[in-house]
């Protein structure tokens, strides 16, 4: 199987949306229920996407950066995610800014992007429909997935990393 360079993802979105535990279901496939909200980490991993396999690094931000170092992320990712918390819908408001913001740090590159709305099981709660999460993305064209870290029904996180790896190395 071919080996790959590196590819550099990053996790954007406003604090509690769950990108911690979103990077760490897709790395350990468990579900761990709190975990520090002030911390920034990034993991190394490799997955055996369409039959080669990637090498990845993953920048799980903390959400609360000032506008300075999230430039310096988003200048050091070559695929972003940005998550909402479909509970909070603050939390979608968020997303066409970080986009903005994307788009002024790489342009004129296209950023290989993926929407992700995140805490579904929580539907019994939520403030923010499926399709304004599908309306936003069309208008960003990039992909996007509803899911749960908790949950985790069909895989959708990994299939959302997996969606992102492609992304990257289309361009
Ligand atoms: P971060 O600040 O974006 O990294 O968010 P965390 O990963 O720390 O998660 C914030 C809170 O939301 C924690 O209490 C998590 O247990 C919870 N959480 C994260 N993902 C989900 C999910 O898919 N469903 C539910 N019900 N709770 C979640
Ligand atoms: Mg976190």
């Given at each position: 199987m071919a080996k790959s360079p590196e590819v550099k993802l990053a996790v954007f979105g406003r604090?509690?949306?769950g990108k911690s535990a979103l990077v760490v279901r897709f790395l350990t496939r468990r579900f761990i229920w709190e975990y520090d909200p002030t911390l920034e980490s990034t993991y190394r991993h490799q997955a055996n996407i369409d039959d080669e396999v990637v090498a990845m690094e993953i920048l799980d931000t903390?959400?609360?950066?000032?506008t300075q170092q999230k430039e310096s992320h988003m200048r050091w990712g070559d695929g972003f995610f940005i998550v909402y918390d479909i509970t909070d819908r603050g939390s979608f408001e968020e997303v066409a800014p970080l986009r903005s913001l994307l788009e002024e740090v790489k342009r004129p590159k296209n950023v290989p992007l993926v929407l992700v709305g995140n805490k579904s099981d929580l539907d019994h709660v939520r403030q923010v429909g499926t399709e304004e999460g599908e309306r936003l993305a069309a208008e960003m064209a990039c992909a996007f997935y509803e899911c749960?870290?908790?949950?985790n029904e069909g895989g959708t996180v990994a299939e959302a990393f997996h969606e992102l790896c492609r992304e990257v190395r289309r361009r």
């Open positions: 604090a509690g949306v903390a959400g609360q950066e000032d749960s870290a908790c949950a």
